[in-house]
Nanobody, 115 residues
């Protein structure tokens, strides 16, 4: 069993920054790929950013230059630093981890960008 627990969401104003994190626990030897997806009201869940165990990243074009994904493999934790936040970034952010060819999801953390 793998559990993913997100933290750090909240309400910020446009242009501000926020960092969210996700810690994985359970029977884990290695996590080849971890990352973040998000889902805004009325929209489908979409990829935000992922990072492999080797540090290779993949990001949604609209967040490049504003968001930075990183991970601490020793702690099985992934972080998403979000700068210059926009109202369009408002969504529930879900942590994702692929372990033993199985996708796992966190419960989600709300990020709201509003003045």
């Amino acid at each position: 069993q793998v559990q993913l627990v997100e933290s750090g969401g909240g309400l910020v104003q446009p242009g501000e920054s926020l960092t969210i994190s996700c810690a994985a626990s359970g029977t884990i030897l290695i996590i080849p790929n971890m990352g973040w997806y998000r889902q805004a009201p009325g929209k489908e869940r979409e990829l935000v950013a992922t990072i492999t165990s080797g540090g290779r990243t993949n990001q949604k074009d609209s967040v490049k230059g504003r968001f930075t994904i990183s991970r601490d493999s020793a702690k099985n934790t992934v972080y998403l630093q979000m700068n210059s936040l926009k109202p369009d970034d408002t969504a529930v952010y879900y942590c994702y981890a692929n372990v033993a060819d199985t996708d796992h999801w966190g419960q989600g953390t709300q990020v709201t960008v509003s003045s």
